[in-house]
């Protein structure tokens, strides 16, 4: 069995308050678990209205399959306008 985990530190530029921000990450959330057979949460900066950090785990059986799959979550993050992917680490357990 292999887990696969992922923290991303996002900026939200665009956030004036905790609502905007609340949105933006609702909104990402649910396409990347939409897309993704993951797990997400806000896990970080709850209070910050311009800052998120979202831990996202994955379980299979393939390490390539798990490493392939972040790698893609991660290139989605990087792809969506309203939030920067400032920083991010995977590890496997």
């Keep these: 069995m292999v887990i696969g985990v992922l923290q991303a530190q996002l900026l939200i530029r665009e956030s004036r308050s905790l609502k905007d ?3 933006v990450i609702k909104s990402l959330k649910e396409r990347l ?5 993951i797990s997400i949460a806000e896990v970080g900066a709850n209070e910050a209205y311009q800052q998120a950090v979202i ?3 994955m379980v299979s059986n393939d390490h ?3 490493q392939g799959a972040l790698d893609q979550v991660v290139s989605f993050m990087q792809n969506d306008p309203r ?3 400032v920083e991010f ?3 496997f357990l």
Excluded: D
Aim: aromatic letters at 4%; charged letters at 30%.
């Design 55 to 57: 831990g996202v785990a």
């Design 64 to 66: 390539t399959h798990v």
């Design 89 to 91: 680490q995977i590890e």
């Design 21 to 23: 921000k609340r949105r």
């Design 33 to 37: 678990s939409n897309r993704f057979n």
């Design 83 to 85: 939030a920067e992917l």
